[in-house]
């Protein structure tokens, strides 16, 4: 890997911080050589200080680490995008991030559509919801749609239909995702089950 720690001048390129597991940024800190070298030596995240003019590897008095996982360059090879395990708030004020952002593992729309989900659940006087309506009839009647569903999506597999494979199989998601917050679960419950069995 070549850094152009000479870019701009004063030997120090951007380095932004991000959780090998949630892919959230957790912060932007700069690099000198000597600090990129001491973090692949330790394999603890160091950073050059611009206020105290030093090397400072991240968490020395708080105990907050970066773990390193991974260094990636840009294209430009003047900015460090630094994959890192966590230990402990990353920001010196107590948050998760420096942008005041929990650090939590976010799938993106279905992300959405679990607290969607979450929303008709608590809120099952909805007489319009369909999903208030399976929350009220109780988890036998969901856990029979999600047998419903899957056979249906086994039947469109074998078939070349494949817009009703896809509406099929977005019905069974749907509906595990209805069944997994009866059970009192989300998606991310499943995640960690399936990363244990790695």
Known sequence: MKIDFNKNNDGLVPAIIQDASTKNVLMLGYMNNEAYQKTLDTKKVTFFSRS???LWTKGEESGNILNLVDINID????TLLITVNPVGPTC????DTCWDHKNEQSYGFLSELETVI???????????????SLFRKGINKIAQK???EAVEVII???DNNEELFLNESADLLF??????QT??????DIVNTLKLRK
């Open 146 to 148: 999600v047998g419903e």
């Open 175 to 180: 509906h595990y995702l209805i069944l997994l």
């Open 52 to 54: 105290k003019q030093r």
């Open 183 to 188: 059970k009192g679960y989300t998606l991310h």
């Open 75 to 78: 294209c430009d090879q003047d």
């Open 118 to 132: 979450q929303n008709r659940r608590d809120n099952q006087n909805d007489e319009k919801s369909y999903v208030a």
């Open 156 to 158: 469109e597999a074998k």
């Open 92 to 95: 010196h004020k107590g948050s």
